[in-house]
């Protein structure tokens, strides 16, 4: 079983469009997160989700948004596509707060044209 | 805010070789220190960590000492193998857990 899955593993758009990744965590943890990892790996934190309260890192665009159906899901929104949303993007998941390690999942390479 | 900073490398190294990557932070409180490394075309996988000042993490041959005096994470191994070949990211998390804060990333490639 895989612990954090995302769908899909790779997506190409035109810009413009509006996209949807999904994130499933099957660990029982509390805590998810959204990361974008650019072409030279870095990787920042886009959101952070713990029991309903959402924590935005204030340089992601709006455009960007997460969705929660449940503690087990957290996908993220995208509208509006632009060439620089192009990197992969990781959810990831955590027990709790503090001393826990991250745990990530596969990632989505997104493209956009 | 809380950072991370490493030696971004490249770093090429031959097979059997010492390793050492640098690795410092700052941050508020006492963070929980961690190296994840990444594979091409996979994720990120947790390497090792520490929790606390002068514990040291350890798994697959790596180590590194969370040591308070000098913000410092290094991770080490005696004798690398090609199949270390990966991105190696320090990183930490403050005592609020809020997010994971890593540093840029290094590359290492080691040859037979």
């Known amino acids: 079983d895989t612990a954090v899955s995302q769908t899909p593993k790779y997506l190409v758009t035109q810009m413009g469009n509006d996209k949807s990744i999904k994130c499933e965590q099957n660990?029982?943890?509390?805590?998810m997160y959204w990361y974008k990892q650019d072409s030279k790996k870095f990787l920042k934190i886009m959101f952070s989700y713990n029991n309903k309260e959402l924590i935005i890192n204030e340089t992601v665009p709006n455009r960007f948004s997460p969705k929660s159906p449940d503690k087990a899901h957290l996908n993220l929104h995208i509208n509006s596509l632009e060439l620089g949303d192009s990197a992969v993007y990781f959810c990831?998941?955590?027990?709790?707060?503090?001393?826990?390690?991250?745990?990530f999942g596969q990632g989505t390479r997104l493209t956009v044209v | 805010g809380d950072s991370v900073t490493q030696m971004e490398g490249p770093v090429t190294l031959s097979e059997e070789a010492f390793l050492t990557i640098n690795c410092t932070y700052t941050?508020?409180?006492?963070?929980?220190l961690f190296w994840y490394v990444q594979y091409p075309g996979e994720g990120l996988q947790l390497l090792l960590k520490a929790t606390k000042a002068d514990d040291k993490g350890s798994n697959k041959g790596f180590e590194a000492t969370y040591r308070k005096e000098t913000t410092s994470f290094h991770l080490e191994k005696g004798s690398v193998q090609v199949s270390d070949s990966a991105v190696y990211f320090c990183a930490l998390v403050d005592n609020y857990g809020q997010n994971f804060v890593f540093g840029p990333g290094t590359r290492l490639s080691v040859l037979p």
């Open positions: 660990l029982g943890h509390d805590t």
């Open positions: 990831a998941s955590s027990l709790e707060r503090g001393s826990s390690e991250a745990f």
């Open positions: 941050a508020t409180g006492y963070p929980s």
